[in-house]
């Protein structure tokens, strides 16, 4: 019995290519980035987040990706320009950028408005599963309420049974979450200070 228990837990500790095989399946997952743990899932499948954390769906989720121009693609022309400016100073890092979308795009992550949060992490084993997987909504690994997990383990306890990339322990984090800016009416407005200091204009 106590053999079955530790294969299991084994095999929910996967590498990159196993962990995107699993989310491209609608899986959740576990991964680590420089601030805090995230939880994640392809944006088609980001109704499970909401469920799980038992997180109000008034709070949306952000996009991580593995490089600027994965993310690029989703901006709204008229914020191009100003976020470029941003992403080239602070990414990879722990800004996240609330900018407006294209289409529809924003509806697997923003139920209350077509802008998007997103983010480039800075930990390298963060953007391999990014650059495996493409951009994945994402995020703190907690139940809505809780505090956030700081580490493989608490997050674990939080969500038991989603699948974790390895290896395990995950590298050291700032165990703060990221500074949280939105572009609107062609300014800058800070929404959540955060590991970044970021000065309004």
């Given amino acids: 019995m106590q053999f079955a228990v530790e294969n299991e837990m084994i095999t929910q500790q996967l590498g990159v290519s196993d962990l995107a095989l699993k989310l491209q399946h609608g899986s959740l997952a576990l991964f680590p980035t420089d601030t805090l743990p995230a939880l994640c899932s392809y944006p088609e499948y980001s109704k499970k987040i909401w469920t799980i954390k038992k997180r ?5 989720l ?20 100003e976020g470029l400016k941003l992403a080239k100073i602070y990414w990879p890092g722990a800004l996240t950028m609330v900018l407006p979308t294209i ?5 697997n992550l923003n ?16 953007r391999d599963l990014l650059m495996k997987t ?46 949280v800016i939105e572009w609107e009416k062609g300014k800058w407005n800070l929404l959540r200070p955060g590991a970044v200091i970021f000065k309004q204009k």
């Fill in 103 to 107: 289409g529809n795009f924003s509806e």
């Fill in 134 to 179: 493409g951009p994945l909504a994402t995020t703190s690994a907690n139940i809505s309420g809780e505090e956030p997990a700081k580490d493989a383990n608490e997050a674990s306890i939080q969500f038991p049974g989603i699948p974790m990339l390895a290896p395990i322990p995950w590298p050291n984090s700032s165990g703060m979450a990221s500074t």
């Fill in 56 to 60: 109000p769906s008034s709070k949306p």
């Fill in 111 to 126: 139920g209350n408005s077509n802008s998007v949060g997103f983010r480039v992490p800075a930990l390298r084993l963060a």
């Fill in 62 to 81: 952000i996009l991580m990706g593995a490089c600027l121009d994965d993310l690029f693609e989703f901006v709204h022309p008229c914020a191009l320009e």
